[in-house]
C-alpha cells in the first residue's frame, strides 16, 4: 500500500490490507503481479527472466531497478474495457473506454536527504464512452476519472508526505501528508477495490461511493494517520469539498466548504486467518442538492421544480473482509480469498443515494496451478434518495438500484491481465428493463 492509499482512502477506512513499509517506494499498481509471479515461479515452473518480470518493456536493460534504488519509482499503465447491453436496459448498445496512468513515487530520503519524506506524482488520460443501461452508478470503475466522458489528460495526484516513528516498533509511526489526492485509484482492499484495473469494474465495489458526495474523487487538502503494527488504526483528513478533477484548484482552496473525514480499523483474526472492520464517517460544509452530479453517480435527469441547496451533508460507512484461505508469507502482504462487505448510510436531502449496502467473495489462488489470477463475486443494494425520487417525478420515475457482478481476472504474463466480466444490473430508472452487462478489460503494465 501506498502512503497516499494509506492516508486517504484509509481515512474513509476501506484500507484493507496490512501496508508494507511505508516509503516512497512501495508497492506500485504493478508490484503485486511481481510478487504473485514470484509464487508461481516459486511453485515449479521455470520461465525466461522477461516473462516473469512484471513490466512490458522488462527492467530497461537495469535502470528501472537503478533508479528505484536511488529513490525514484516510475510506473505506467495502459487499461482498456469493451462492455455492451445484451439485453434489459433501455435499448442494445455497446461501449469501448479506457486509461493510461502513470505513477511517480520519489523517496526524498534517498534522492535529498529528507528522512521519512516522499512526494507521488500520478496523470491520468481517460479515452472512450460509459455503457449506461438506466443506471445511476456507472458500470466502469477506471473509466470515471478524471471526467466520466471524453478524451482528458489529468494530473490527478500530487501531494507530499511525511513518516514519524512512534516508540521502538518499526512498524508503529504517525503519517502526515498535503497536497493533490486521487482517491479511487489508490483504495487497496484484498478481495475488492483496484479502481476497475484489477478486480470488480463496478464502482459500488471499489469504494465506498456514498462518501464520493463529501468528498470529491480528485481533491486537495491534508491528512493524518495513525498506524499500528504496519495497518491505519485512527485516520483523519480534511479536504476542499470542491473537486479539481483537471485544474489544480489552489486558487479558489475551501471557498464553497470543506471537508472532514475519520474512521478507525481493527484488525481481527478468526480461525487463525485475517480480517478487519472498519468505521468512518464523513461531514461538509458545502451546500448541495441531491441534483448536483459527482463522478460515482450519473443522475438521469433535473428535478420538476427550482431545489434550494442545502449547506451540510454527511455519511457514516461500517466495512469489513476476513479471509477464508489465507497464505501468509513474512514481509508480504497476504493472499488468498475471502468474503467483504459493507454498509453505508448518507443525508438523502444532499446525497443521491440513501444507503448502499454490499456483499461478496473474491480474492485470488482459487486453482493452485493459478496462483496469479483473481476472481470475484458480489451483489449491492443502491438506495436512491427518496428526496431525488419525488423532485425528479413526473418527468422521471426512478426506484432503487441493485447490482451483481462476477469476474475472473487471467494473469497472462505478470504484466498483461485479461479479465471476463459480467454485471446483471436492476437499473434504478423504471423505464429500464434487467440489464445484462458482459464486458472485458485488458490491462498491460509498462
Do not use: C
Request: net charge positive; charged share 15%.
Amino acid at each position: 500500500m501506498t502512503i497516499d492509499a494509506l492516508l486517504y482512502f484509509g481515512s474513509l477506512s476501506i484500507a484493507g490490507q496490512t501496508p508494507t513499509p511505508l516509503t516512497s517506494a512501495s508497492p506500485s499498481p504493478t508490484t503485486e503481479s511481481a510478487q504473485d509471479s514470484a509464487e508461481e515461479g516459486a511453485s515449479g515452473s521455470k520461465r525466461p527472466d522477461y516473462w516473469s518480470n512484471p513490466f512490458l518493456f522488462g527492467d530497461w536493460g537495469g535502470r528501472r531497478s537503478r533508479l528505484i534504488e536511488k529513490g525514484v519509482d516510475l510506473n505506467f499503465r495502459l487499461t482498456q474495457g469493451f462492455q455492451g447491453v445484451a439485453a434489459g436496459g433501455l435499448f442494445r448498445t455497446s461501449s469501448y473506454a479506457g486509461k493510461f496512468d502513470t505513477h511517480f513515487k520519489f523517496d526524498m530520503s534517498k534522492l535529498a536527504g529528507w528522512k521519512g519524506v516522499s512526494v507521488q506524482l500520478t496523470t491520468e488520460t481517460r479515452f472512450g464512452k460509459l455503457v449506461n443501461a438506466g443506471n445511476v452508478v456507472p458500470v466502469a470503475t477506471h473509466a470515471i476519472s478524471p471526467l466520466k466522458s471524453g478524451t482528458v489528460f489529468s494530473i490527478t495526484a500530487f501531494n507530499v508526505s511525511k513518516t514519524f516513528p512512534v516508540g521502538s516498533k518499526k512498524k508503529d509511526l504517525v503519517v502526515v501528508g498535503a497536497g493533490r489526492f486521487i482517491g479511487i485509484d489508490t483504495v487497496s482492499d484484498p478481495f475488492s477495490s483496484g479502481a476497475g484495473h484489477t478486480m470488480f469494474m463496478n464502482p459500488t465495489f471499489n469504494a465506498l461511493i456514498a462518501t464520493g458526495r463529501i468528498v470529491p474523487t480528485i481533491t486537495n487538502g491534508a491528512t493524518f494517520a495513525w498506524v499500528r503494527n504496519g495497518s491505519p488504526f485512527v485516520t483523519a483528513a480534511v479536504f476542499d469539498s470542491t473537486g479539481s478533477f483537471t485544474k489544480p484548484g489552489l486558487k479558489n482552496l475551501f471557498s464553497k466548504g470543506v471537508s472532514f473525514v475519520s474512521g478507525i480499523n481493527f484488525p481481527t483474526k478468526v480461525s487463525g486467518k485475517s480480517g478487519k472492520h472498519s468505521f468512518s464517517g464523513a461531514v461538509t460544509t458545502k451546500a448541495y442538492t441531491p441534483f448536483d452530479q459527482y463522478s460515482e453517480v450519473v443522475i438521469p435527469g433535473t428535478p420538476a421544480r427550482p431545489i434550494t441547496p442545502k449547506k451540510g451533508s454527511w455519511n457514516v460507512s461500517y466495512n469489513f473482509h476476513q479471509y477464508l484461505r489465507e497464505n501468509v508469507q513474512a514481509g508480504r502482504p497476504s493472499t488468498g480469498w475471502g468474503v467483504f462487505g459493507n454498509l453505508q448510510l448518507a443525508d438523502e436531502s444532499t446525497n443521491p443515494l440513501r444507503g448502499i449496502a454490499v456483499i461478496g467473495l473474491g480474492g485470488n489462488g482459487l486453482f493452485k496451478q493459478r496462483r496469479s489470477d483473481r476472481f470475484g463475486i458480489a451483489y449491492a443494494f443502491v438506495g436512491i434518495s427518496d428526496t431525488l425520487k419525488r423532485e425528479i417525478e413526473p418527468l422521471i420515475r426512478l426506484g432503487d438500484e441493485q447490482v451483481f457482478e462476477s469476474f475472473y481476472s487471467l494473469s497472462i504474463t505478470p504484466f498483461i491481465t485479461l479479465t471476463g466480466n459480467l454485471q446483471i444490473v436492476r437499473p434504478s430508472l423504471k423505464a429500464a428493463d434487467t440489464a445484462v452487462i458482459p464486458g472485458a478489460r485488458l490491462v498491460v503494465n509498462f
